[in-house]
C-alpha cells in the first residue's frame, strides 16, 4: 500500500484558483437578480459615483403593480434620497437627492458600469 502524499504548493494553486473564482462571481453578482435588486445596486451605485455621503442607505420596496420599484434613504447631511424605477417605463431610473436630480437615465448603463469597474 503507497501514500500519495499532495504537495503543498498544490494545495496552494487549488485554494488560489477557488478564491479567485469566489471574487469573479461575487463581481457579477450585483447585475444579476430580481428587479428590486437591480434598482438597488444602480441606486448605490449612482450615490457612490457622485459622492454623495450615505446616512442611510436606500430601501427598496417593489409597488402594488409588482413592477415599480422606489426607493428611500438619507443622506449624511440629513437630504433625502429618493428614486423610482416605473412599471411603464423599467429601464428608466431617476434619483434625487434633496429637490435636485442627481441621474435621470438607463438603469441598465448604471448596472454595466457597475459590473465593468
Given at each position: 500500500?503507497?501514500?500519495?502524499?499532495?504537495?503543498?504548493?498544490?494545495?496552494?494553486?487549488?485554494?488560489?484558483?477557488?478564491?479567485?473564482?469566489?471574487?469573479?462571481?461575487?463581481?457579477?453578482?450585483?447585475?444579476?437578480?430580481?428587479?428590486?435588486?437591480?434598482?438597488?445596486?444602480?441606486?448605490?451605485?449612482?450615490?457612490?459615483?457622485?459622492?454623495?455621503?450615505?446616512?442611510?442607505?436606500?430601501?427598496?420596496?417593489?409597488?402594488?403593480?409588482?413592477?415599480?420599484?422606489?426607493?428611500?434613504?438619507?443622506?449624511?447631511?440629513?437630504?433625502?434620497?429618493?428614486?423610482?424605477s416605473t412599471a411603464a417605463s423599467p429601464d428608466d431610473l431617476v434619483v434625487r437627492v434633496g429637490d435636485e436630480v442627481v441621474y435621470d437615465g438607463?438603469?441598465?448603463?448604471?448596472?454595466?458600469?457597475?459590473?465593468?469597474?
Amino acid at each position: 500500500m503507497t501514500r500519495r502524499v499532495v504537495p503543498v504548493t498544490l494545495v496552494a494553486l487549488i485554494l488560489t484558483l477557488a478564491v479567485a473564482g469566489c471574487s469573479q462571481i461575487a463581481a457579477i453578482a450585483p447585475v444579476g437578480g430580481d428587479r428590486l435588486a437591480e434598482v438597488r445596486y444602480a441606486v448605490n451605485d449612482i450615490l457612490i459615483e457622485q459622492e454623495i455621503g450615505i446616512l442611510i442607505a436606500p430601501v427598496c420596496t417593489v409597488g402594488s403593480d409588482e413592477a415599480t420599484v422606489t426607493c428611500e434613504g438619507t443622506t449624511r447631511d440629513q437630504q433625502a434620497v429618493d428614486a423610482v424605477s416605473t412599471a411603464a417605463s423599467p429601464d428608466d431610473l431617476v434619483v434625487r437627492v434633496g429637490d435636485e436630480v442627481v441621474y435621470d437615465g438607463s438603469l441598465i448603463e448604471v448596472l454595466e458600469r457597475g459590473s465593468s469597474g
